[in-house]
Structure formats: structure tokens, C-alpha cells
């Protein structure tokens, strides 16, 4: 019998595979991998100057002039539809079905993690995957698809603007606008401080809620990033500069090297 060739070791997939209620918070750098580029970046949808980036996600200005946000929402979404979610999207996706990971928060508005087959998501700055009249409780929209968002602008009466069927209001996506409260966070805050690991994925960890949550862990917090993150050494926290889909495939590899 020949020996079995001894694999390196992986604490990180280790950790991983110990863990049953980790809890991931991901920022824009997860979706910049997807091929999102920064609004305000140089190749951004800002850069287009096509609308203005104080006013386009300003609630006010949206009730009475709704179609600058929707000449940003047409490119939004056709951008969207030429993008898959990322090795790390559907690894999340699998940890949760794998009953290891209680749920994401996300900051982001792109609807990824749902396309990549997550169920536990909070979307702090929400997203354009739920939408709703602004003037009646009548229409809703579960699960607003990209097909149902372009048809909808498309084919509305005001295009691109998608207005109600039952009283013609402004229809507005799920999206938290400037002024308005982030959602979700009491059970975000709750499973933050319930979980077994935290991963902190694509965020610098600067702004609020992303710079607050951490600390209410008490577990072990895995940072990925590509680039500077800004959070209070403790022995706890393990930050480890890297792509995060090398990161996670390097995890995967691991883990059904294993099986
Ligand atoms: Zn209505």
C-alpha cells in the first residue's frame, strides 16, 4: 500500500470547515470582480456624466424628477446583464446550503448574491431585486429580474421610468436612496453577534454599517481585500490581502481535496 501523498495544510479552509453559523458582510469589491466597475471610477456610469451623482440617489429629487434615476437605472441594468456573479458569490451560495453559513449583508444594490443561489441575504443599501409603487400599496414586485427590469423600462408608458399599473405613481426599486435609513441591520446586528466566523469580503471597512458591525463580533473575523483595510488590530481579526476568488478557490480546492 503506497502512503497517501500529505496535503498542505489550510487554516483558513480549516476554520471554514469547523464553522457552522458563519456570517459573510461583502462591499463593493465583490462586484467589482463581477466586472462592476466603481459609479465614481473612471470607467463608472458617473463617468458618462449622463446624470448627476448628488441628485441621482436623492430622494426628493426623484419624487419630482424620476427620470434622471431611471437613465442611470437603464444603463444599471444593462450593465448588470452582462455580468455573471463571481466564484465567491456561488462559494457563499454553497456554504449556505451546505449549513454553514447563516447568511450575507451586503452593501451592495446589484443582486448578485441572489443570482448566484443565495436565500439569507440582507441588503443594507438594498436592491433592485423588490420593487414597489411610491404613491400606493398596490403594486409590488418579488424577485424584479433583470428581464422584468428592462421589459418594465422599456415598455412603461413614461420609458424608461416604470410607472403603476393600478394608479400610474412612480415605481421605485428597493434601492436605499441618500437620506434614507439602511435596512435590516437589528438582524444584521443579531447575526453578527451570534456567528461562529465572520468574513469580511471587498469591503475597506470606512463607512457605516461596514466600519460598525465587526465590532460586535466576538468570533474569529476573516478580512479579504485587495486593497488597504482600515479596522482595529486584535488577535482576532485575520486580514488577508488577496483576490478574493484565488482566495476562495484556493478554500474550494482544499475543502473536495478532502472529500
Ligand atoms: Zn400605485
Redesign the pocket.
Known sequence: MSPTPSKPDNPFAQMIQSARKIVAFTGAGISTAAGIPDFRGPNGLYATGAYDPDLVFEIGYFRKHPEMFYRFSFDFIALLKTIQPTFTHYFLARLEKEGRLRGIITQNIDALHHRAGSARIIEVHGSFWRAA?I??S??RKEKATLEWWDKAMTESPRAPVVV?P????VVKPDVVFYNEPVKGMELAESWVRDCDLLLVLGSSLTVFPAAFLPQLCRSPILIVNKGEVSFAPDRNHIFIREDLDIFFKNIADYIDSQL
Do not use: K, M, V, W
Open positions: 409603487c404613491e400606493c398596490r403594486f403603476c393600478h394608479c400610474s405613481g
